[in-house]
């Protein structure tokens, strides 16, 4: 079962309308990828049955359709050839799975761990608009990597209009090969960030009745 909070409990729909694009951030690794299935962990929706070299794939096609429009963001460590080629292979798995999606790559320093985590961070921010719907695939990256993603969504989702967090996946255990959901965890340090904002006496417990709330609505 997917856990998750609400998507607006603890953040007001702002008025007026944009056109929504569905974006998803992915990570293209220094290193030749081979062909796995992804079991799908705490969220049926990104279950996949094919084979695929990038678990960004199930999230794709989890939550698009063949005709809307989707841009996808891979994340390349600059001057690293094997990351440009996963890159262009992810292309072609885009077409067999028939999703015509806009490809904006990001080049990064990311031998320099914190320093190019910061340069992705200021590079991925100007790429959110309002009104989009976000995916995040969280696999082949450093910590460092991971926490600029996850920033720069952050960003998106308080300071723009009407951007939802639709799915943030990561790596599962040592050895296999999954797709974990960590959405809920991601919507939970929103929501914490909020309540501290607002001096909320007894955060925890707001915390985990809303989370109760977001599994008694599915």
Do not use: W
């Not at 695929?52 to 794709?60: A, E, G, R, V």
């Not at 806009?102 to 608009?129: C, M, Q, Y």
């Not at 050895?175 to 955060?203: F, M, S």
């Amino acid at each position: 079962m997917h856990s998750s909070l609400p998507l607006n409990c603890f953040k007001g729909i702002k008025p007026g309308k944009e056109k929504i694009m569905k974006k998803f951030i992915c990570i293209m690794p220094t290193s030749v990828l081979e062909s796995h299935v992804y079991e799908a962990v705490g969220n049926e929706k990104i279950g996949y049955q094919n084979s695929t070299s990038f678990p960004i794939i199930p999230l794709i096609k989890g939550y698009t359709e063949s005709e809307e429009d989707l841009q996808v963001i891979p994340v390349l460590t600059a001057s690293d050839s094997t990351s440009l080629s996963n890159a262009v292979s992810l292309t072609h798995e885009l077409e067999a799975i028939d999703r015509d999606a806009l490809i904006t790559s990001i080049n990064a320093d990311l031998s320099k761990s914190v320093d190019g985590s910061i340069e992705l961070l200021t590079k991925l921010i100007p790429l959110f608009e309002d009104g989009d719907q976000v995916c995040v695939c969280l696999h082949f990256g450093t910590p460092a990597m991971q926490f600029a993603i996850i920033s720069a969504l952050q960003y998106a989702y308080r300071a723009l209009r009407n951007v939802s967090i639709e799915c943030v996946c990561t790596q599962g255990e040592s050895g296999k090969y999954q797709n974990v959901d960590i959405t809920a965890l991601v919507q939970a340090g929103e929501l914490l960030q909020t309540l501290t904002e607002r001096r909320a006496k007894d955060p925890a417990r707001i915390l985990s009745m809303t989370l109760a709330l977001g599994e008694d609505e599915e």
